[in-house]
């Protein structure tokens, strides 16, 4: 199975900041990627596919880059609703896999 | 406005089957596909399976010998067994519907995970 590296695995950030959160596979999964949001108590919500589509709805301060094995998602300016963790999946191949998450805290 | 609400037994014990069910509403199971994912206390979420609306499903190789998703098209609901569970099953479980949107030029899809139930929580124990 394709493994999925989340980096870092939990940041401090303060409303306002630029967050950058990078998601690794072990292979290449072209650009088959999306990153999903959960709130604590919370199912996972969709905000990005296809490493950079941004889903209908989703606030415009979320953008994911990246292509091959290594992809991006970056908060422009983290809003106090952004506070929680997120995760990478990849839908390249089967079994899909999930990073382990990124937890975004407040400083 | 599609939603999905996942229900079954929150307490299963060691050997027996788990059995939840996924209701659709808002949308007809016939015409996507549908993913179960699953997520133990305090850890990251897994993805477990899923079941295409033919009928067609793939499942992650750790559960393949004791899972079954299958599609109830009169009730509009998707169904997850889980056979011989132990305490490692225990998790909160979600269903998905599967987005996907044709890749251009190869044809072939990207897939996401677009809709979410609530989830139900399942714990193994005597």
């Known amino acids: 199975a394709i493994q999925m590296t989340q980096s870092p695995s939990s940041l401090s950030a303060s409303v306002g900041d630029r967050v950058t959160i990078t998601c690794r596979a072990s292979?290449?999964?072209?650009?088959?990627l999306g990153w999903y949001q959960q709130k604590p108590g919370k199912a996972p919500e969709l905000l990005i596919y296809a490493a950079s589509t941004l889903q209908s709805g989703v606030p415009s301060r979320f953008s994911g880059s990246g292509s091959g094995s290594d992809f991006t998602l970056t908060i422009r300016s983290l809003q106090p609703e952004d506070f929680a963790t997120y995760y990478c999946?990849?839908?390249?191949?089967?079994?899909?896999?999930f990073g382990q998450g990124t937890k975004v805290e407040i400083k | 406005q599609v939603q999905l609400q996942e229900s079954g037994p929150g307490l299963v014990k060691p050997s027996e089957t788990l059995s939840l069910t996924c209701s659709v509403s808002g949308d007809s199971i016939s015409s996507h596909y549908w993913s179960w994912i699953r997520q133990p206390p305090g850890k990251g979420l897994e993805w477990i399976g899923y079941?295409?609306?033919?009928?067609?499903?793939n499942y992650i190789p750790s559960l393949k010998s004791r899972i079954t998703i299958s599609l109830d098209t009169p009730k509009n609901e998707v169904s997850l067994k889980l056979n011989s569970v132990t305490a490692a099953d225990t998790a909160m479980y979600y269903c998905?519907?599967?987005?996907?949107?044709?890749?251009?030029?190869?044809?072939?899809?990207?897939?996401?995970?677009?809709?979410w139930g609530k989830g139900t929580a399942v714990t193994v124990s005597s």
């Open positions: 292979q290449g999964i072209r650009n088959d």
């Open positions: 998905a519907r599967v987005g996907r949107v044709r890749r251009v030029p190869s044809g072939d899809y990207y897939y996401y995970l677009d809709v």
């Open positions: 079941i295409q609306y033919s009928g067609t499903t």
């Open positions: 999946l990849q839908d390249y191949d089967y079994p899909w896999t």
